[in-house]
């Protein structure tokens, strides 16, 4: 009944093998993972050293700082400052909240004293807050108190990423909820439970009077996984008011067409939809209901086989683009965001976890190295939010005093959690998933089980009984990236046959003793993925790697790849590869993969001396994409000859031509480029039509733009015909530019108005800033607007 989409592997099957008794088994069911702290990850691994680097960059961080926005809306005085950044211009307290779940992640995973100590002191100062709020409320945002009593007595004015005019705040304290979750379920501490009993009461004290029709429209705002939080909570204390609760904060306009098994993802800003269905998954676990938990797969799927890129990423500019048309992708400086990963990987652990199928994990190891691991420098530690599959693009990196965005915030989690899925159990049998140096303390079973190995470098991995015995299956995942038949397992120096096949498990039951070694050879096939909408960009992989190339292809180039504390430091803004230096793939894609070749005592090393063409080289080399850092590359490699090509080249010529006369822009109807650009409105909604996004307002809406070096001579509007007959003004720093009525005469189609600046406007804007204003005439409706442009020149 769970199965809504036909699957690209096998459903999970046991196979029997020498030295083993087979046993007829029912149906795979659900399985068990372990705790944290009874999986330490071993030296010699990406992970291990991502885990370490992740533990100096959380304690770079400072608590008194985190903590300064609750201590402030609770009315007491903080001991110092907040960040700047997010922290301090509207999402104050978001990454506090992701603190308590990294501390509690990183006691747990690595059992450092340093974050228990942390975590408690945190703990302490967020009850103090709290009690002084005195009624149970807890969270950093600007306003607290005004805001949550208008959303009490049912003044609710809900846009994509504000409500009542504050950025994003249930999302905002949402990270707090899960925060205080996470530190008693996974680090133990009773505090932590009290306080979220506190505030999820409050929550339901909050809500008690408004409608269910109240509640839905508050749901239009970003709201993070709050239904998981408190399905969780319900779960922990069995107390059906938090189910309740769970099902009220189920945002219906997301999950009713799921329920239907239908797609209508197109255009909505991603990493608010995932946490949603994440939160469906888990009322559907604690409430026993299968249409939800269908609903969740049916989104899983959708999103894993129709909506992602080869490293296990999604969206562009933090949006789904349509299933069939992935120009945005390659074309776009903001490329898949680190945030939507960390959530779909919870969603396939929950998905796994719930049916032990193989898919979820084929998904979370093409995602866990290719972009989780990838995210981070592995150096210094900073934290990628978008990670640009354009090709000849980069990233930017956070600085732990500098950059407070939502991805490193969810960042500062990732890096202690690489132990979650490597193994899993049920009653008598033990699953291995991922092949990555580890120890296992199973304490139930009285078991611990080593895993030594050097892959992806190498193709074998050696898991040995260090204590323990009894009889039970050990479950060793066949990988899809293996040929049939090429999978190899011995025990004891003892070669077993086995009949499983690709996407499986192979299951050796045995009575097994202490000493016991099982070697296990991975023989990993190398490919080309295309692009899921069929185009003509092919990535290379190697196993579950995705293979880059360092492509630095702009001469005498200087670039900076830390972000400095700006609001829109996390965009990689360098220039753009023009067409004439862009990495392609000039050959068929067979005979690509034909001339390939590994090169000599470099693991993990490919080198094309043919098929490639990249500037200013003969050769060349890709490598596993979550060893490059710190300089361009491509990833997605566009066929020269392909039948897109050309088309393909005089649009890039255009997209160049007009960036380069771009100062500053904004995406109207988009979260985080409005947000960027300090959105207000009144009366104002947003959409999308046509694929592309659009607001309009019966009052009033506004952005800032930016022009540091008071250049701008153009304003450039992007309409659509069908709004004609409109009516409106727009202002600049509250001087009218024009009065506008939409024109007849553009039919179906998107047109750019140019309205030109008065120079002395410019000149005489405070540090730059033009706030740019779209006010409705009495009666009519300013817009339709689909593009905002800041022009240097007329194009």
Known sequence: MRKLLPTLFAATLIAGCTQTNDRAEPQQTGVDTFPLTQVRLLDGSPFKRAEQTNLRYVYAMDPDRLLAPYLREAGLEPKKNTYGNWEGSGLDGHIGGHYLTSLALAYASTGDGEALRRLDYMLDELQRAQQANGNGYLGGVPGSKALWEEIERGEIDADLFALNGKWVPWYNVHKVYAGLRDAYLIAGREQALDMLIELSDWTIDLVDGLSDEQIQAMLRSEHGGMNEVFADLADITGEEKYLRLAKQFSHKQILDPLLQHQDELNGLHANTQIPKVVGYQRVAEVSGDPEWSEAADYFWRTVVYERSVAIGGNSVREHFHPTDDFSSMVSDREGPETCNTYNMLKLSRLLYDDAAELEYIDYYERALYNHILSSQHPDHGGLV??????????????????????????????????????????????????????????????????????????????????????????????????????????????RVETKASPGEYVSIERNWQAGDIVRVTLPMTTRLEQLPDGSDYYAVLHGPIVLAAKTDVIQNEKLNFLSDDSRMGHIADGALCPPEATPVMVSEPEAFLEQLSPVPGQPMTFRASAGLDVADQDSVDLIPFYRVHDSRYTIYWPQANGDQSEARMKAERERLALDALTIDAVAPGEQQPESDHFFKGEDTEAGVHLGRHWRHASGWFSYELRDPQRQAKFLRITYFGGDAGRSFDILINGQTLAEVTLPEGKGADFYHVDYELPVEWVREAEEGVLTLKFEAKPGSIAGGIYGVRLLRDKP
């Open 385 to 494: 939010y978008f990670t640009p599959m354009r090709p000849g693009h980069y990233r930017m990196y956070s600085q732990p005093e500098q950059a407070m965005w939502c991805c490193v915030g969810s960042g500062i989690e990732n890096h202690f959690k690489y132990g979650e899925l490597i193994y899993a159990h049920n009653d008598r049998d033990l699953y291995v998933n991922l092949f990555i140096p580890s120890r296992l303390t199973w304490e139930q079973a009285g078991i611990t089980l080593a895993q030594e190995t050097a892959f992806p470098d190498t193709d074998v991995t050696e898991l040995t009984l260090e204590k323990g015995e009894g009889r039970f299956a050990l479950k060793l995942r066949y990988p899809v990236w293996v040929e049939p038949g090429a999978l190899e397992v011995s025990i004891n120096g003892e």
